[in-house]
């Protein structure tokens, strides 16, 4: 019902208030329309936030394509009090910052040379040459500033029918950016599971192709994939699966999510949950994908953390029973949640009704304020340094392990002897 109330929401809010009628937005292309003859088109939205508008989505990113070359886009904003960013001259793309909106602008292009990784282009003012070295239907949608659209490749028809389909041949589609395999996984979960034989085979002639692309690239789209609400879905479609499989073979786990789906919406999902869910085992293998990827040490410290409280909850089978709110104290909520998730998913022993109660347990917690800090400790006559730092985290660590209390006498003990 939320789902279908929002959706109508936002219908009506894209029929009062369209997102290209919002003032910066104007302003931004009636300068680029400047000393462009009335009857050429100097600028489109494309992409995304045409995809989105005609969806009723949430729309973030704008994206607006031009047949302007970045030199004249930043002529034009020069004097503006709009912020101009160098994002990808080399692509022909230069991003104008507003107090409401990042729009990435690009100037037309079509591809003239492709080695699977990077494209040689030749700028160009045609729209439907533009069109034409885009990849999906869907994403090949332009709308101008007063709202109308202009749709060479027929992709509104096919987002109505929720069907992802490569611009022309799928082959040399995806010969032109291997990337665009996993970009077709992305949309695919995103809007129809289902996968045609012609592009399931082209995908899997491919597959060697994303050893060119690099990590960085690979692991930037997977993480988009990991946020899709329909990602759990994902083991509904044979082929989707099998293709995810041999794209990131150290997934190990994709069944987990069949248990996930049965309490998933008594809690919120995230993508460090699902990669939780999806790599970490006795063997430590989501080390190997940390490795392989990269990656940030905010994903290997939640990963890490994760894996050392399974081994924990798996040898103290009264995990989340003792020193729960200690735990929760030291690790949040959030990870305590994260937790029993994941232990679900991997524990068929573990059963609904325990799920929830452990949920309803870590929700309930008033997490405790360590009630000392800095200034308490100078006004008991300590100077500013590093023992007083040290002398605080002995004072939590003894709160903490006195079931958060602690006496004045104590402190001042503490206090005397450090």
């Known amino acids: 019902m939320f789902n279908l109330n929002f959706s109508f929401l936002q219908n009506i ?24 003859p009335q009857n050429k088109i100097a600028a489109r939205f494309v992409g995304g936030c045409v995809r989105k508008y005609l969806s009723n989505e949430k729309i973030d990113d704008i994206d607006v394509a031009t047949i302007l070359t970045t030199d004249q886009i930043k002529q034009k904003f020069q004097d503006t009090n709009l912020k101009v960013i160098d994002t990808g001259l080399k692509h022909g793309t230069v991003t104008l910052v507003s107090d409401n909106h990042k729009v990435e602008i690009t100037t037309l292009r079509k591809d003239a ?7 040689e282009v030749e700028y160009t003012d045609d729209w ?9 239907t869907i994403n090949a949608i332009y709308l101008d500033i007063n709202g109308k659209i202009f749709d060479p490749q027929m992709g509104k028809n096919d987002l109505k029918n929720n069907n992802v389909k490569f611009i022309g041949d799928p082959q040399k589609r995806i ?19 289902e996968v045609e034989k012609t592009t399931s085979d082209a995908i899997k002639q491919n597959l060697e192709g994303i ?10 789209e997977l993480l988009k994939i990991l946020e899709l609400k329909n990602f759990l879905r994902i083991n509904h479609s044979n082929d989707l699966k099998e293709i995810f499989k041999m794209i990131f073979p150290e997934f190990l786990y994709l069944d987990r999510l069949d248990r996930l789906q049965k309490v998933y919406k008594q809690s919120e999902l ?11 085992d006795e063997k430590d293998n989501h080390e190997y994908f940390l490795h392989k990827y990269n990656t940030s040490n905010k994903i290997k410290n939640i990963l890490e953390k994760i894996s050392k409280n399974l081994k924990k909850l798996k040898s103290d089978k009264h995990f989340f029973e003792k020193d ?3 735990n929760v104290y030291l690790d ?25 109660k452990i949920l309803n347990k870590v929700l309930k917690i008033k997490v405790p304020v360590f009630p000392i800090d800095g200034e308490y400790l100078k006004q008991k006559g300590m100077k500013e340094g590093q023992s007083l730092g040290k002398v605080l985290k002995i004072l939590e660590k003894d709160w903490i392990n006195n079931n958060f209390k602690i006496s004045n006498e104590r402190i001042d003990e503490i206090i005397r002897i450090n």
């Open 13 to 36: 809010k894209n029929l009062i208030n369209p997102f290209y009628k919002k003032k910066d937005l104007k302003f931004i292309f009636k300068k680029l329309q400047e000393d462009i």
């Open 113 to 119: 040379k492709t080695d699977g990784r990077h494209a």
């Open 128 to 136: 439907k040459q533009d069109s034409e070295r885009r990849d999906f």
């Open 175 to 193: 010969e032109e950016d291997y990337l665009r395999i996993i970009r077709f996984v992305r949309f695919k979960i995103m809007y129809d599971l």
């Open 211 to 220: 050893k060119k692309i690099s990590k960085e690239r690979i692991l930037i």
């Open 270 to 280: 995230n993508r460090d949950i699902l990669l939780g869910v999806l790599l970490i």
């Open 324 to 326: 729960l709110i200690k």
């Open 332 to 356: 949040g909520k959030n990870h305590l949640i994260a937790l029993n998730l994941i232990n679900f998913s991997i524990n068929s022993k573990v059963r609904e009704k325990d799920f929830l």
